[in-house]
T-cell receptor, first 115, second 114 residues
């Protein structure tokens, strides 16, 4: 059973550096979502894809953030010129909205620390 | 504006008793609700969901109740077990109106006392 996987699990970077995270969804899922979670809060929506099309972006996703899902398979989330406020857990989820199944299944997350 | 609220940051329950976790929402467009469980250093794990056309959904020890008029839902865990100790998040979306993104509450930390 292969669930949602994310890589890396932890990333420490210096302010101003660029970072890229990868998410591999459950194989038959056509939807992929990115969320961000900070301490004491619930996950907050960033963006989502249906296949390779990016359908919605939150206003939380500033111009320094970009997400892609080439060929509708894995996805990458890049943060350019990182800031200390970017420190958070970045969560990926996937779903296959078909029949009566709508749940989003989450990966383990990538914890980003910007020093 | 917090559209999904979990007003109890923590809850302690004796093993074997019922755990009741509560959630309130303000957005009347929400029509699909989920509960997730989260252990430290892991992603949220899906537990149970309910659509707005129902008022109850049951899966094993977990039951979710939805009161649309009060904009309130609750998760009942019976009987509570030590492995249930985790942070529980309520989430909502306007799925059937074409908006899939989940809006989460801030979570309730459940501790089961052996």
């Amino acid at each position: 059973d292969t669930g949602v996987s994310q890589d890396p699990r932890h990333k420490i970077t210096k302010r101003g550096q660029n970072v890229t995270f990868r998410c591999d969804p459950i194989s038959e899922h056509n939807r992929l979502y990115w969320y961000r979670q900070t301490l004491g809060q619930g996950p907050e929506f960033l963006t989502y894809f249906q296949n390779e099309a990016q359908l919605e972006k939150s206003r939380l996703l500033s111009d320094r953030f970009s997400a892609e899902r080439p060929k509708g398979s894995f996805s990458t989330l890049e943060i350019q010129r990182t800031e200390q406020g970017d420190s958070a857990m970045y969560l990926c989820a996937s779903s296959q909205i078909a029949g009566r199944t709508y749940e989003q299944y989450f990966g383990p997350g990538t914890r980003l620390t910007v020093t | 504006d917090q559209q999904v609220k979990q007003n109890s940051p923590s809850l302690s329950v004796q093993e074997g008793r019922i755990s009741i976790l509560n959630c309130d929402y303000t957005n009347s467009m929400f029509d699909y609700f989920l509960w997730y469980k989260k252990y430290p250093a892991e992603g949220p794990t899906f537990l149970i969901s309910i659509s707005s056309i129902k008022d109850k959904n049951e899966d094993g020890r977990f039951t979710v109740f939805l009161n649309k008029s009060a904009k309130h839902l609750s998760l009942h865990i019976v009987p509570s077990q030590p492995g249930d100790s985790a942070v529980y998040f309520c989430a909502a979306s306007a799925l059937f109106r074409g908006n899939e993104k989940l809006t989460f509450g801030t979570g309730t930390r459940l501790t089961i006392i052996p």
